[in-house]
């Protein structure tokens, strides 16, 4: 009778919620996932990553690390080193691969090869082609997926976890060709369908247990996570998603998970997976781990590593002589967060685009200026200015450029520059000479109105002079308007890096006191 009973129970268990929990096989295999993303060469996080990552390995010594990309550009040590330092440090901690991520593409291919020869593990990209590439084509790994060498390219690799095989896949973002500088010998490829066809080479040798290393962002990873079977883990960046716990997607062949761990070593993604005998995950718990976290006594949860800190130190001596410079001070704050500078007008970018019409007009009257919010990466502070200062906002090594533009085509770029604001895309300009308003509820490419340049009207028929960096004139960010003058001719290139234009500015007019003045109006703010 009791067995009658049971099996009734069991029957409308599997009619009412599709599964047999009490009979589900167990999992039999556990997996720790440890993961980084975005760091944009901020290594003053690195000492406090070490201990978190060697407290981890305490508890589960065959955990994986990996990173999504974005190791390069951002900070005063990327412009020393290189990526030179972050190899160093990577190594030493015992990375076990990483994907690109788009600004690995800043400095060109001479740069990024030099970055990956110093690799103790694997890079893993199965999208980004770089068979043409004279510097990057030597580095393409020729043997095995299960035995990838450090410094090598794969488009996928096999890693041994207790006994059981777990591949990993490597995507770029395709829009690397124009937001970063990579050479025209290197190739993006659909990065859904290279995806696919490397889950099914990993399946076809018997890998059932897949994760994606995602340098697409989280829309992106949401779109691969519902249309690709057979990932198990989606292990995002670019995006600079911080999320707490992972997003969940059930597809045909099991659920998928995505998880992406912010930016700058600010936290350290951790996973920690459950799997059935068929590769299926049955179980999961995922978590950011704050690395400056304090404990109930105000002490450091992971006190900065040792050898890291005493490394950190000694790479830091040239930055801080750098940085010490004054050239100029602000009676106000100079606001350059990533949110604000990516949606409305700043002060901080009122100061730079006025900076690069002043340079500009010193060497070719300009009507305008256009700066991409992208490329300003930090916030300044009242008071004093120095040289490192200036390289923090300014990181990227751009130089100033002079185009020439029809009215038709600086709406076209204004409309660009607002059609992804609510994603907080780094095409949005900040601008001098200029005004305009925008209306984020219209749809993209209907929302700019009342554009004046110098006070008059926006004249669709008129050539305009327009000073902007040469990333953007290299269609940067998506602006193809702007690559298309260029490439018609209508460029002058004024060999002067953004950097100096600011540095410059700063020294014959401080102290500074920008203001918003209405550059840049939204509707519904009004």
Known sequence: MKRTIAACILLITIIFTGKAAAV???????????HT??????????????????????????????????VFSGTLYFNEYLG?????????????GMTFGNHEFDRGSGVLADFIKELSFPVISSNVDVRRDPYLSPLIGKGPPEKAEGGKI??????????????????????????????ADIQFQDAARRVKEEVASLQSKGVNHIILLSH???????VLAQTVEGIDVIIGGHSHSKLPHPIVYHGKSGPVLIVQAHEYGNDLGKIQASFSKEGVLTGWEGELIPLRAKDAKGHDRFPADPWAKERLAQLDEPIQEAKQKVIGSTTVPLIGDRHSVRTE??????????????????????????????????????????????????PFGTALVRLDLTGEEILRALEHSVAKVEEEAGRFLQVSGITFCFDPA?????????????????????????????FLANGGDGYAVFREAKDAGRISELYISLYDVLSDYLQQHSPVSPEIEGRIRQADKE
């Open 345 to 394: 007008e700043t002060n901080l970018g009122n100061l730079i685009t006025d900076s690069m019409v002043e340079k500009a007009n010193s060497i070719a009257p300009v009507h305008i200026a256009f700066q991409n919010g992208g490329g300003i990466r930090t916030s300044l502070a009242k008071g004093d200015i120095t040289i490192g200062d200036v390289l923090e906002v300014l």
């Open 37 to 70: 993303n975005d760091v944009h060469a901020h290594l003053e996080n690195i000492p406090y990553l070490h201990t978190a990552i060697k407290k981890e390995r305490e508890k589960d010594g065959e955990a994986l690390l990996f990173d999504a990309g974005d």
């Open 24 to 34: 589900e096989k167990p999992a039999t295999f556990e997996l720790t996932i440890l």
């Open 216 to 222: 697409l962002g989280i829309l992106q990873d949401k």
């Open 442 to 470: 219209k749809d993209p490419g209907s929302r700019v109105t009342d554009v004046l340049i110098g006070g008059k009207p926006l004249d669709p028929d008129q050539s305009y002079r327009v000073a902007t960096n040469g």
């Open 84 to 96: 030179q330092a972050d190899a160093e440090f990577m190594n030493a901690i015992g990375y076990d």
């Open 154 to 183: 794969y488009p996928s690799i096999i890693k041994s976890v207790r006994g059981v095989d777990v591949g990993i896949i490597g995507v770029t973002t395709e829009d690397t060709a124009f937001l970063s500088s990579p050479s």
